[in-house]
């Protein structure tokens, strides 16, 4: 191997491990992806298979790995519970990984290490104080406080996306009522295209869905925002009013110098981030009063989890 060390990054999945390489100039090398395996050594042996694939195609030593996961992670790397991934409970995929590849190894919750990614090389660089919001199935969050990743007294900071936004809300897969993700995730996105077709304010969804009000989805909604179309366009203003709601909770707490947005439903794009801007100066508090609060698009979008991770990896 003649190319100089690299960092591998993995993100692992509901479906899915994805990893990529990052090398010491910065730059990011081609994603590899693979399904996942159920249960957790067969995850295990992916991910040392994979970043021998990582030295062999970049042609360089690999020196350390970075996983991001979705769900608690504690500070010994220790998975505690993965909604995704119902077989890691209380497992320790840190000290397994170093175990057998022999090397530095970091884990961590994903929306966490796709926010040091935003911070250090993406939407968010050169801002010391980031909060990075994941819409996807659910609603994961990141936060950078004073330049250092914050992870709270028990290395679970950012599962926001259970923070209560409408009291005796719409019932949560958590137990709860009204948590923030029933309103704004992807998940989210759906149900509220499918209560406008239901409603007669959205005929050309269900035209799109075959005619059928009860099989709109969020995909359809997104493809109808793409061409512009007034009932769509409708429904992200309301997904952006929600976003919005549980934005301002977060900036009233931690007055970030940056929203970065991600997640599955950041692929709608740039218009995505304007409905929630306009929202946010419609729920926030004494706004005008404030320094201008930017929002931003995710730079690497579903690569950033696994770039995060790479960085706390290698140390950066």
Known sequence: ????????GFDMGGTNIRVL?????????????????????????????LTARVGDVEDAPVTSVGVG??????ADGMVRTSPNIPTLVRFPLKQRLEERLGLPVAVDNDATTATWA?????????????????LGT?????????????????????????????????????????CWERYASGTAFGRLAREAAEAGRADSLVARAGGDPSSVTSEHAAELIAAGDPAA???????????????????????????VIGGGVADIGQVLVDAIERAYRQVMVDVDLRD???????????????IGAALLAAGS
């Open 69 to 74: 996961c979705a769900g608690l992670v504690d």
């Open 138 to 178: 659910g609603i994961g969050t990141g936060f950078v406080v004073g330049g250092v990743l914050h992870h709270g007294a028990g290395f679970v900071a950012g599962e926001s996306g259970h923070m209560v936004i409408e009291h005796d809300g719409i019932p949560c897969v958590c137990g709860r009522r009204g």
């Open 118 to 134: 935003e911070a250090r090389l993406g939407a968010a660089r050169g801002v010391d104080d980031v909060a990075f919001v994941a």
């Open 292 to 306: 201008p609060l930017p929002f931003a698009l995710s730079h690497f979008g579903g690569r950033s989890g696994a």
């Open 21 to 49: 390489p990052l090398r010491v100039d910065g730059t990011i090398g081609d994603t590899i992806k693979m399904d996942r395996p159920a249960e957790p050594e067969a995850m295990i042996d992916a991910i040392v298979d």
């Open 233 to 259: 366009l409708a429904i992200l203003d309301e997904l952006g009013y929600w976003s919005a709601v549980g934005i301002a909770n977060l900036v009233n707490v931690l007055d970030p110098g940056v929203v």
């Open 1 to 8: 191997m003649t190319a100089p060390p690299v960092a591998a």
